[in-house]
Nanobody
Framework: QVQLVESGGGLVQAGGSLRLSCAAS????????MGWFRQAPGKEREFVAA????????YATDSMKGRFTISGDNAKNTVYLQMNTLKPDDTAVYYC?????????????????????WGQGTQVTVSS
């Protein structure tokens, strides 16, 4: 089992920044891909970004590139999501996810169903 603990959410004004962290513990050797998804009220959960702790490869949606940056620390089994120039549309619960064996092609990084473990989520609220 892998446990994921997210932190860093909160309330911020439009144009502001937040940095989310997600620390993994437990049997992390097979869960070397960590990602962020978000879900706004009444909407589907959507992919934000992912990081491969073994290769340091990153994946992100085009709409968030330039504002959101994912990074990781393999030694700490932790990933970070730096979010800049936040907009009210970024308001959502942000979930950390981890996986490995079921993510073996680029397209899998973007699919929630390919991740094995999930954090409880952290609320990000952007006021206008």
């Amino acid at each position: 089992q892998v446990q994921l603990v997210e932190s860093g959410g909160g309330l911020v004004q439009a144009g502001g920044s937040l940095r989310l962290s997600c620390a993994a513990s437990g049997r992390t050797s097979s869960s070397y891909i960590m990602g962020w998804f978000r879900q706004a009220p009444g909407k589907e959960r959507e992919f934000v970004a992912a990081y491969n702790l073994r290769t340091t490869t990153t994946y992100a949606t085009d709409s968030m590139k330039g504002r959101f940056t994912i990074s990781g620390d393999n030694a700490k089994n932790t990933v970070y999501l730096q979010m800049n120039t936040l907009k009210p549309d970024d308001t959502a619960v942000y979930y950390c996810a981890a996986g490995g064996p079921k993510i073996y092609s680029s397209s899998h990084y973007y699919l929630a169903s390919h991740y094995d473990y999930w954090g409880q989520g952290t609320q990000v609220t952007v006021s206008s």
